[in-house]
Nanobody, 124 residues
């Protein structure tokens, strides 16, 4: 079983920055493709960013490209989401997720394990 625990959310003004972290335990971290998703009230969960096993490939949603960056540190079993130039529309609960297969990186239904989420609120 894989456990994922997110942290780093909070309240920030528009234009500010936050860095989310997700610590993975229970299995070999380097085996897993990692993704960040978010869900705003009344909306479906959407893909934010994903990263391959060895960090060789990353993908970011168009809405966050150039502002958010996903990375991973295998020594710390942690995946990060650096969020800069935050906007009120970035307000959501942010989830990290893990799976073994790279295909379907942006497809939430393809992920096997999820964290509990961390709230990000951006005020205008």
């Amino acid at each position: 079983q894989v456990q994922l625990v997110e942290s780093g959310g909070g309240l920030v003004q528009a234009g500010g920055s936050l860095r989310l972290s997700c610590i993975v335990s229970g299995r070999t971290f380097s085996n897993y493709v990692m993704g960040w998703f978010r869900q705003a009230p009344g909306k479906e969960r959407e893909f934010v960013a994903g990263i391959s096993w060895n960090s060789g490939t990353t993908s970011h949603a168009q809405s966050v490209k150039g502002r958010f960056t996903i990375s991973r540190d295998s020594a710390k079993n942690t995946v990060f989401l650096q969020m800069n130039s935050l906007k009120p529309e970035d307000t959501a609960v942010y989830y990290c997720a893990a799976k073994l297969v790279f295909r379907g990186l942006q497809d939430a239904t393809s992920y096997d394990y999820w964290g509990q989420g961390t709230q990000v609120t951006v005020s205008s």
